[in-house]
């Protein structure tokens, strides 16, 4: 019996490394890979040392049943939810996969916080990210391209160096990210390392502009400044006015603002589509029209989008007023840590621009591994795993033993 334990005990924490470092190499691999090769590193190196990982659900229940009940529910009303979509025998299968898929980044979040603290998750997001876009600029420069062609063009990262994400939404989700991260670091740093990460923001700024996608700005915008007013740091403020300046000044010598005009008056349909959205709630307010119905709505003669363009109200318009509520106690019950413990605050943050990036292009959340995983699951599942009483205590002993007082 002795025996059957230990090799079971050998056998988990082996799948716990390799969940958790799987889980930075996914991570990372947003910044570098097109989706389809994000999935394949995300099925190798996460996905299947997490099945091994489910002998844990039970411990992992034990210790916080409510958080982790509030995902099951919403995953489970939601696969059911195809049932009635009209297109059950297509969806219930994927919807099975997606939960599937879901659970096992889960496990892998959990794997991954308890071995890597918050800090170096922030500190990998800034300097992968700023070592992306540092390449990307490179590729750039070295092909020497037409500049004005070049800024007057919206470009994903594939589109700029021929790999990398194919959407510039995607492409300026990722980046804003980057940018997220310096900037969280930056008040806390020696003075060589905030030149670096200022450089890190300037580059990554210039590639999220070659993007044109106006949602993520706008979002890492709203997110930065929520950040500078809550923290109230000095740097922030100081940084804050030097990007402002900066701007200034780059719309004075150029004509770049003509550009900006151009793309922010850009026909977009997003009333149209939310109005439509909107409708489609009223008339299955309580349940919702299912996993796997389409939107179908029309924006143009030859043209239909299949989703709100929303995540929220993509999750009310599919489930109903009952998923939403399951969607709400969700964020609520795995987000509340974050309130009283400052270790998850910049998953916090992460969060609140994910959900606002999603708020203009999302899609479901139930997905396979997407945009959607990058902007809401895992930033949700690092904020619950870093802050749940377990961690946090583990953190202060370690704290403690090294003398450096509370987290």
């Known amino acids: 019996m002795g025996l059957v334990s230990t090799i079971r005990a050998n056998a988990v924490d082996v799948a716990q490394k390799w969940a958790a470092t799987g889980f930075l190499v996914f991570l990372a691999s947003s910044f570098f890979l097109a989706s389809s090769r994000q999935k394949t590193v995300f099925y190798m190196l996460v996905a299947v040392p997490s099945l091994l990982l489910f002998i844990r ?8 049943i409510w958080p982790l009940l509030s995902v099951l529910a919403f995953l489970a009303y939601f696969s059911a939810s195809s049932l009635w ?16 898929s879901i659970l096992c980044l889960m496990l892998g979040a959990d794997a991954a916080c308890r071995r890597f603290s918050p800090e170096f998750f922030t500190r990998s997001i ?3 990210g700023g070592f992306a876009a540092f390449l990307y600029l490179a590729v750039i420069l070295w092909k020497t391209p037409d500049f004005a062609t070049l800024l007057a063009d919206r470009s994903s990262f594939r589109d700029l160096t021929g790999w990398g994400a194919s959407n510039p939404i995607s492409s300026a989700i990722y980046l804003g990210l980057a940018i997220l991260a310096a900037w969280w670091l930056l008040p806390n740093e020696a003075r060589h390392v905030q030149l670096g990460l200022i450089v890190v923001i300037a580059v990554s700024m210039v590639i999220l502009f070659l993007t044109k996608s106006r949602g993520p700005m706008l979002a890492l915008f709203a997110t930065l400044l929520l950040l500078s007013l809550c923290r109230r740091s000095r ?18 010598t150029t004509d770049i603002l003509s550009l900006v005009i151009q793309r922010a008056t ?7 589509i939310w109005t ?3 409708e489609q709630i009223k008339q299955n307010w309580a349940f919702g029209q299912g996993f796997g119905h389409e939107a179908g709505i029309q924006i143009k003669a030859d043209k239909f989008v299949t989703h709100a363009h929303a995540s929220m109200l993509e999750v009310f318009r599919v489930g109903g007023l009952l998923g939403g509520g399951l969607l709400l106690g969700m964020l609520f019950s795995l987000s509340k840590g ?13 969060l609140v621009y994910g959900l606002l990036c999603l708020s203009t292009n999302g899609r479901m959340l139930l997905s396979r591994p ?4 990058f902007g809401f699951w895992i930033p949700l599942f690092l904020l619950y795993f870093s802050t749940r009483p377990e961690a946090v205590e583990l953190a202060a002993d370690e704290q403690s033993a090294k003398g450096l007082g509370d987290v």
Do not use: Q
């Open 126 to 128: 800034a300097w992968v």
């Open 370 to 373: 997407s945009i959607e995983w």
């Open 57 to 64: 659900f039970k411990s992992l229940l034990r210790e916080n």
């Open 276 to 278: 439509a959205s909107l």
């Open 235 to 252: 740097t922030d403020i100081t940084l804050l006015l030097t990007g402002c300046f900066a701007a200034l000044a780059i719309v004075l």
């Open 266 to 272: 850009e026909p977009n349909y997003r009333m149209e």
């Open 338 to 350: 974050a309130m009283t413990h400052r270790r998850g605050l910049f998953f916090l943050l992460w």
């Open 85 to 100: 979509s009209g297109v059950a025998s297509e969806s219930l299968e994927d919807s099975l996969k997606f939960s599937l």
